[in-house]
């Protein structure tokens, strides 16, 4: 057993390897504090024949046990990976996946499982660490080793690695991951951060991933095995020449067709002339892998060389952006906003309480009152395929777009309603989920939720050569197929919200990450000109067909008389109103209902339970209980109090029954409160005040 450790953010971070699952290619058990991750890296041997793409794999496993939970349900254990597991999977993938070999068709397949969680020192982090040193000393062909880390924020001080409190009670909360020199991943929300501060977070995160980045090269110089070689399949120079030469003067003028269905059925055509032409000299995999290479070639020089792109922007040009609102009749609020040829409809729907969603994973059990969720339907690319249910990648466009808007809502105190928006990509051509922030936004103002700022995003992509780069914004998606960098940013006015950064590339110098997130700053502005046109702030109504809320709060003693034995009284108010009422230990309670009279009969009735009796008021009692020395008068739902015999009348009272009968209607006025917190009232006094409130009328 071989273990390096070093010091991060006050803790112990360890990485030890040579005790367990020794038949992976590379293992690495992570420790920080009392959060434990085991990452294993596996190969296959040989290259998987007739494909195009690396397959490479990574899952990201939470066992319950880790915190000494029971998985819920029937089953009692781990089903199908949650979302927060899939994001945590992908936000190792994205930034390993570019520094395998080119050309590289071995499957290789990362597995971080989670065995020990303090709920201090978050697993997806060591993930990442875990992933690259384990990949770093195995046989595996990937000789850059990164480091990761996540960077906090609160009052206006930065934290390393914040814990699960501080990172949902700061400002922000960035996941950077770089390797000696480079930024190779960013990730990040926050509350309007200015890009000034942004870079200073990603700065000091640099700092950490390189002394990450030693203690893994520590590991490797102990424990680490000699690299193999992958063999990439490579086409024959002389058929990439023979293909390249019948193909390339029509893809010139193919690649520059604006309008992607056009585009994609002109080179379409030249694939099948070069099919015919060559028959079977050549394949159609080869073919098509050269007609790719030469669009390559020929967008990334014209970006480049002569500032002009595939559908004759330039290189800070937005694609026409229109907005619409309003556009569905019986929704809470809906908007289509169309970018280019990337158009979604997005649709904002306002729950109660009863429609927040129940959150169970190891950090605790939560619920959560805002969701967004993206759908990438076929025809949005005009393709036909079988529609398999919610993808790893819709899920991760729809995180990205919930975070980018969730720091510019209302607290739920100040608007107690469950947000869920929906966005149904109708067009794709490059950067759906900055659309589907926009259009988001647009619906949640139309559905009259009382927004902070409007939010905006756009994508600021590169093509680089070694010498030179040029960062262009709004790619489409021949940009991001061919391009080197997808850099989304959304924000506000004031600062960044949201932060996704992707790259084929083998990292980002700081230069390039500052002018990519001061660019994308101009363009949301633009972007939000444009939005502000259809509609400039929330509506001050929310829809009709959206249910009511209200909030009150009961005083905590007062919360069993609204209840009531077995819920007899709160069922009886649900009853009659046909309102829907939850209320909290601390005496919160949300009265919702389908329309403002149910909403209000229900506040009325919680009222007259909940009513704290005053001194000096006069009420109209029943008698409860008849005794020697007087009478017991009930005024509200438990608020009894004594009205004693010599205060049911002027003269001399003998017997109660004189006066009063038990069952009897009483008018009494409260007199008192003792210490004990009895009341006492007084039936003459009342009198006597109503006889002279008649007589001075």
């Excluded at 794999?57 to 949650?82: A, L, W």
């Excluded at 029509?250 to 059925?265: G, P």
């Excluded at 025809?379 to 529609?387: H, K, R, T, Y």
């Excluded at 070694?466 to 600062?495: C, H, P, Q, S, W």
Aim: hydrophobic share 40%.
């Amino acid at each position: 057993m071989i273990c390096v450790q070093t010091e991060i953010g006050g803790r112990l971070l360890s990485l030890e390897t040579g005790r367990v699952a020794k038949q992976a290619n590379g293992a690495v058990w992570v420790r920080y504090g009392d959060t434990v991750v085991l990452v294993t890296a596996t190969s296959s041997a040989t290259p998987r024949e007739n494909i195009d793409f690396f397959p490479l794999t990574v899952e990201f496993q939470e066992r319950m046990y880790c915190t000494g939970k029971i998985p819920g349900g029937f089953f009692k254990r781990e089903g199908r990976p949650s979302s927060k597991e899939i994001l945590s999977g992908r936000l190792i993938d994205r930034p390993i996946r570019p520094l395998f070999p080119k050309g590289c068709r071995n499957d290789v397949q990362i597995i971080a499982t989670v065995l020990s969680s303090d709920n201090e020192n978050l697993p997806d982090i060591m993930g990442i660490i875990g992933a690259s040193a384990a990949l770093h000393i195995s046989n595996i062909p990937f000789d850059i080793p990164i480091g990761a880390v996540r960077m906090g924020m609160r009052d206006g001080k930065f934290i390393v690695n914040p814990s699960v409190e501080e990172r949902d009670s700061g400002d922000l909360n960035v996941v950077v991951c770089c390797s000696k020199d480079k930024t190779l991943m960013i990730e990040a929300e926050g509350n309007e951060i200015p890009e000034e501060v942004m870079i200073q977070a990603l700065s000091q995160g640099a700092e950490v991933c390189r002394k990450i980045i030693e203690l893994q090269e520590s590991l490797k110089e102990k424990a680490g095995v000699p690299k193999t070689t992958f063999n990439s399949y490579d086409i024959a120079p002389e058929v990439v020449e023979k293909v390249k030469g019948f193909v390339a003067d029509r893809l010139k003028s193919a690649v520059f067709i604006s309008e992607k269905q056009e585009k994609s059925n002109a080179i379409a055509g030249i694939i099948n002339d070069a099919v015919s032409h060559f028959g079977e000299e050549v394949s159609l995999a080869d073919i098509k892998t050269v007609v790719e290479k030469v669009q390559k070639e020929i967008v990334r020089k014209s970006i480049l060389l002569d500032g002009k792109r595939a559908d004759g922007r330039g290189l800070l040009d937005i694609r026409e952006i229109t907005c619409e609102v309003g556009v569905l009749p019986r929704v809470h609020g809906s908007t289509i906003f169309t970018r280019g040829q990337t158009q979604t409809i997005a649709v904002a729907t306002l729950g109660t309480v009863e429609d927040e969603q129940l959150i169970d994973n190891i950090e605790a059990k939560t619920t959560k009152h805002f969701m967004l969720h993206y759908n990438f339907p076929p025809f949005s690319v005009g393709e036909a395929f079988p529609l398999r249910g919610t993808g790893r990648r819709e899920i991760g466009h729809g995180a990205l777009a919930e975070r980018s808007l969730e720091p510019v809502l209302p607290k739920k105190e100040e608007f107690p309603y469950t947000i869920r928006i929906v966005s149904d990509i109708l067009e794709s051509n490059g950067s759906t989920s900055m659309a589907s922030v926009c259009g988001g936004c647009l619906a949640l103002m139309d559905a009259g939720v009382p927004i902070k700022s409007p939010v905006a995003g756009i994508s600021v992509g590169m093509v680089e050569d070694g010498e030179k780069y040029v960062l262009f914004t709004d790619i489409t998606g021949m940009e991001d197929n061919f391009g080197d960098m997808d850099f989304k940013v959304a924000g506000t006015r004031e600062g960044i919200t949201g932060i996704q950064v992707d790259m084929k590339v083998l990292g980002l110098s700081d230069e390039i990450v500052a002018k990519a997130l001061f660019q994308a700053k101009e363009a949301r502005a633009k972007i939000m000109d444009i939005m502000e046109k259809t509609i400039n702030s929330p509506k001050k109504e929310i829809s009709p067909y959206a249910p009511k809320i209200q909030i009150i709060t009961i005083p905590t003693h007062r919360i069993r008389d609204v209840i009531g034995p077995g819920g007899k009284v709160i069922k009886g108010i649900i009853e009659a109103t046909k309102a829907k009422i939850n209320i909290s230990d601390d005496g919160t309670a949300v009265v919702s209902g389908p329309n403002h009279e149910a909403v209000n009969q229900a506040l009325e009735m919680i009222s007259y339970l909940t009513a704290e009796v005053e001194v000096g008021k006069i009420y109209m009692g029943k008698v409860m209980r008849v005794t020697n020395f007087g009478c017991f008068v009930e005024v509200m739902p438990g608020r009894e109090g004594l009205v004693h015999i010599s205060h049911l009348a002027e003269n001399r009272v003998n017997r109660v029954e004189d006066v009063v009968y038990e069952g009897d209607d009483l008018l009494v006025k409260l007199v008192g409160i003792d210490e004990q917190g009895r009341l006492n009232f007084s039936h003459k006094l009342a009198l006597r005040e109503q006889e002279s409130a008649e007589t001075n009328k």
